[in-house]
């Protein structure tokens, strides 16, 4: 069993430490106060073994309060006041110090629970650890001075989880849908360089690449970008070649116009196949200033393209996109191997859902890929037009920003819908488990505690909205004066895009299944369980509404995808709450309304199930399967496909892939426990150096490549299999 220290470093848990300190407070009292050296071994023992019951390192601060507890059970109050002196003392002591004891295990990479706070960051690496550094210093800043203190406390507590306070002291927002169209037909600056409209097809894909990683830089949450946006210059490039291969042959007296065509089509498909290349390339091997590859999201949706000639292209544009995804890229070993971005979201619709559909190729293809590498990820047209309406009754089928945060309907001053160029001012997340637990069974205690979080959690939101409040568009030039987003003056404020609906607060929720089980024992997946999910959720959309009345800011309601945080929560609600039985025995919860992972259901039966919750989730929400590999039962995934189409709005569909450097092992790394630890051991030559293998796992809407922290892989270890 290891033990976390203060510093995030991890040791091996020593029982003596514990009859050491308990000694060393025992002397500090009167001799009628003390405890037999007995007690001491008691206690000790007891509270290790407490440990090894939950399954997971524990931290320091965890095992002290379970001597006081001990200390507390025993009636020894003299000795237990004493040594929680000491404890406030030594905390006093290290208060002025906490900020450099992290980044100092940072440097050292000792820090256990940062190096595996995200999936697709190596915390071994320079530009990691600085921007790991930066945002301690920035958590201590946002703690101490730009947070009030009741809501750091509620963080801390995993009441609320106040997303991504590394980079609050910075005026910096969430995520957004970069308006690559506008960057590319207009021209835009980058570092200080005018970049005009490109000529060819290949350069656009080579200055989209430019964009991607400047975006990457200046925010702290995914971007999506549509290769609808790259379809145009396809005519350019062809116009081009046409006109020198014409020129070619006409040099060898050659006027055939069919030859012209066939041999233009040809170096046409090699310039886009190698723009797609280059897109795919730059985006997996750049490393943006916070230490990781740019969190890209690509979207195929022929619906977009303004006419056919334009859709023809733009449908050889996402055939190669697909061929090289189902390719991969290769590892340091020379092998094909998954990659985590981009994340590629492929739009199922009447023109390629049917066998006999014009496009239907594109979603075998699509089909193909998902069995082999996990994406692309689906969302049905026909459902989110009825989804996402505008005032004006319309539907409207468009990319989430990342993962899954998803604006909502918008129409600009001409009354024409709006997406590109909008963004997310960031995120505040409810532990609704926390709230249940605490209501005890009781309804209307829950309700009134529900009430008093919503409060809290709308504060904390405001906060970010203030905190973006007077911004200057030359924090992020990219952004706010070369068409990212919009192109306002230097020095002009970015305030009139954080009303009116034109961005977006979420107001995210964690653990809705554990929540209604904590109430009436029932789970989502029984009548009883789904109506209190549905009427909690609804309740949640209340609020948000209420506020956006009121505000003129557009709150909405985001199924939030914890990676590190669903531990932390567990670990939080367990110190709280203790182990309770279907709702805290596991180190994690549940991501959003998700059916719990380990239970069994079909992935018909899940789907159809969680849609229903997730159309009362409007600011982003995803759900999966968790299947086999699929890539000699193609015919099972298309007809998963199918049942998207015609019942959920965005889904997905979980497989493994994986490879082991030391033994050429490319099937499903497995999951064991080495000393009270979850670790990755190859099944084939039992290798467990993480450095020596490749493992690709769906984290929580994106792939994760860099390895998770005890909850989450825990959560992964449990998940069953749906088809």
């Given at each position: ?260 065509s066939k041999i233009t089509e040809k170096r046409l498909r090699e310039e886009i196949r190698k723009g797609v290349q280059c897109i795919q390339y730059q985006v997996v091997t750049l490393l943006t200033t916070n230490g990781q590859a740019p969190f890209i999201t690509v979207f195929m949706y022929l619906g977009e393209a303004k006419n056919e000639r334009e859709r023809a292209d733009l449908a050889v544009i996402i055939e190669e996109t697909l061929l090289q995804r189902y390719q991969g890229v290769k590892n340091e070993a020379g092998v094909w191997i998954t990659p985590a971005f981009p994340k590629l979201i492929y739009v199922l619709e009447e023109d390629n859902i049917h066998k ?198 557009d709150y909405s309601l985001y199924g939030t995808p914890l990676e590190s945080t669903t531990y932390k929560f567990a670990k939080c609600l367990q110190n709280r709450f203790g182990i309770v039985e279907g709702v805290t025995d596991r180190n994690y919860i549940t991501n959003s309304y998700h059916v719990h992972v380990t239970e069994p259901i079909d992935a018909f039966d899940k789907l159809a199930l969680e849609a229903r919750f997730q159309a009362l989730s409007p600011g982003g929400a995803i759900s999966y399967v968790e299947v086999p590999d699929m890539q000699n039962n193609i015919d099972a995934v298309l007809g998963v496909m199918e049942f998207i189409y015609d019942n959920i ?75």
């Open positions: 069993m290891k033990l976390i220290k203060r510093n995030g470093s991890e040791v091996s848990f020593d029982r003596k430490k514990i009859s050491n300190a308990i000694a060393a407070a025992n002397l500090a009292v009167e001799k009628i106060h003390r405890i037999s050296d007995e007690d001491i071994e008691n206690i000790s023992v007891t509270v290790e073994n407490i440990c090894l019951s939950l399954g997971r390192s524990v931290g320091v601060e965890e095992v002290q309060d379970l001597v006081e507890r001990e200390l507390m059970r025993l009636g020894a109050f003299e000795l237990a006041k004493a040594y929680i002196t000491y404890r406030y003392k030594r905390e006093l002591v290290r208060r002025s110090n906490t900020t450099d004891d992290k980044i100092l295990s940072l440097i050292e990479c000792n820090n256990e629970e940062v190096k595996q706070e995200n999936a697709n960051k190596n915390p071994t690496v320079n530009s990691v650890q600085r921007d790991y550094m930066a945002g301690e210093v920035s958590k201590d800043i946002t703690r101490r001075i730009l947070l009030p203190e009741d809501i750091v406390k509620a963080h801390e507590e995993g009441i609320i989880h106040f997303h991504d306070a590394d980079y609050f002291a910075q005026h910096m927002h969430n995520c957004d849908l970069v308006n690559l169209e506008d960057m590319l037909q207009n021209g835009t600056v980058i570092s200080g360089t005018m970049i005009e409209k490109p000529h060819s097809f290949s350069t656009a894909c080579n200055i989209a690449t430019q964009i991607i990683a400047q975006v990457a830089s200046n925010q702290y949450g995914g971007q999506s970008i549509s290769l609808t946006h790259l379809a145009p210059f396809v005519q350019v490039s062809r116009d081009k070649i046409r006109a020198s291969v014409a020129q070619e042959l006409s040099e060898l007296g050659i006027s055939d116009e069919d030859a012209i006999d559909s014009r496009y239907y190729y594109l979603t075998e293809l699509a089909a193909k890929c998902t069995a082999k590498r996990m994406v692309p990820d689906y969302i049905s047209e026909k459902i989110m037009l009825r989804s996402k309406i505008d005032k004006n009754g319309d539907g409207h089928c468009y990319t989430c920003m990342g993962c899954r945060s998803f604006l909502t309907p918008y129409l600009d001053e001409n009354g024409q819908p709006k997406y590109y160029g909008r963004f997310n001012q960031g995120v505040v997340t409810v532990n609704l488990v926390d709230i249940g637990l605490s209501a005890e069974g009781d309804m209307e205690r829950f309700w009134q505690i529900f009430d008093e979080r919503m409060t809290l959690c709308h504060r904390a939101l405001r906060a970010r909205h203030e905190r973006l409040l007077g911004t200057l568009s030359d924090a992020a030039p990219i952004l706010w004066q070369y068409g990212a987003l919009t192109r306002l003056k230097k020095g002009e404020v970015i305030d009139k895009y954080l009303f009116g609906g034109y961005s977006t607060l979420s107001l995210g929720y964690a653990g809705l299944w554990e929540c209604v089980y904590s109430l009436n024992g029932k789970k989502l997946t029984e009548p009883e369980g789904e109506a209190l999910g549905l009427e909690i959720m609804r309740k949640l959309n209340e609020y948000t509404a209420k506020w956006k009345a009121a505000e003129n800011i709005m965005y889904a997905e569909l979980n497989t493994k892939s994986d490879f082991c450097q030391v033994c050429g092992y490319d099937g499903e790394i497995e999951i064991t426990e080495d000393d009270g630890k979850l670790v990755w051991e190859c099944p084939n030559c039992h290798n467990k150096d993480q450095s020596k293998m490749n493992v690709a796992r769906r984290t929580c809407g994106y792939i994760g490549t860099q390895y998770w922290n005890q909850g989450r892989t825990a959560e992964i270890k449990d998940r069953v299999l749906h088809l």
